[in-house]
């Protein structure tokens, strides 16, 4: 795949970042995978961040209507506190993300990170949709849920492969919230995180004079790519939610996770013979 036209790899990496980013199988990780593995070339950070907003306009066509909803229904207590939660959860996110930064935490060049992050996140399915097997939950989400996804939105950008919309589904059926409540809370609030991480990435990289290489129509290409796949993919996921758990994404992390854990352990004794 190496000789595939730059627009082919960007298209496709479009597409992977929109297939997967509101699958609880990491989107971000799914990106890395073949840039580390060399089958597609490498971008940069600010490229795989802003393909990301790409998915955010998935969003806002999928749920057009319930953000009219929540519009005109403002003078609503119930609205107001939806989305006072919703500000809240993402005000921690942006916190984190801005001390992930500073701290100079970068998106990992190797599989290894990936491929345990990747691993490991099927066993804590398994763990929640056991545990809350019994207990559809409540159709609504408390402040203490709105915190914890904040901060399992943090967790998802430091080890990359967690997956973001999982790690706040999760961690929102864990303090008790129905599984669609989840999930929309999750979707929702995807918008502001991911066009705020965005905006984020752009402005230092600017103020870091680091965009004079970077190729913006590239760049527009992969969020349309993001965007159409995600679309195709939210309007399937919520259906999906109604009635069907994620065990079927944590066997397929397993058996991804285990794949990529064996490709790291055989290049690893591979270098090894090598040195002998």
């Excluded at 393909?51 to 999928?62: F, P, R």
């Excluded at 008790?176 to 999930?183: F, V």
């Excluded at 309007?235 to 944590?250: K, Y």
């Amino acid at each position: 795949m190496e000789n595939l036209p730059l627009w082919i790899s960007i298209i496709l990496l479009g597409l992977i970042e929109g297939i997967t980013e509101f699958l609880p199988i990491s989107s971000t990780g799914h990106l890395l995978i073949p840039q580390n593995l060399g089958w597609l070339p490498r971008q940069s950070d600010l490229f795989s961040v802003v393909i990301q907003s790409g998915a955010v306009v998935a969003v806002l066509a999928v749920f057009s209507e319930r953000l009219k909803s929540l519009a005109s229904t403002l003078r609503e207590p119930e609205t107001r506190s939806y989305l006072a939660k919703l500000a809240v959860a993402f005000l921690v996110t942006a916190v984190g993300g801005v001390m992930i930064k500073k701290l100079g935490i970068e998106l990992p060049e190797t599989v290894a990170p990936v491929a345990w992050a990747t691993f490991i996140g099927a066993f804590v399915i398994f763990a929640v949709e056991f545990w809350r097997k019994d207990h559809p939950g409540e159709p609504s989400v408390s402040w203490r849920i709105a915190i914890a996804v904040g901060l399992a939105q943090i967790l998802a950008a430091i080890f990359p492969g967690t997956s973001r919309s999982g790690a706040s589904i999760l961690i929102a059926m864990m303090f008790g919230a129905a599984r669609p409540a989840a999930t929309e809370f999750s979707f929702l609030l995807g918008v502001p995180t991911l066009m705020a991480a965005g905006a984020f990435q752009i402005f230092s990289e600017i103020r870091e004079g680091g965009v004079g290489g970077e190729d913006w129509g590239m760049l527009a290409l992969g969020t349309l790519a993001s965007a159409i796949s995600a679309f195709v993919v939210v309007r399937w996921l919520i259906h999906f939610v109604q009635s069907h758990n994620f065990n079927g994404f944590a066997w397929y992390r397993l058996v991804l996770g285990a794949a990529l854990l064996a490709y790291v352990a055989m290049e690893a004794s591979n270098e090894a013979g090598a040195i002998d």
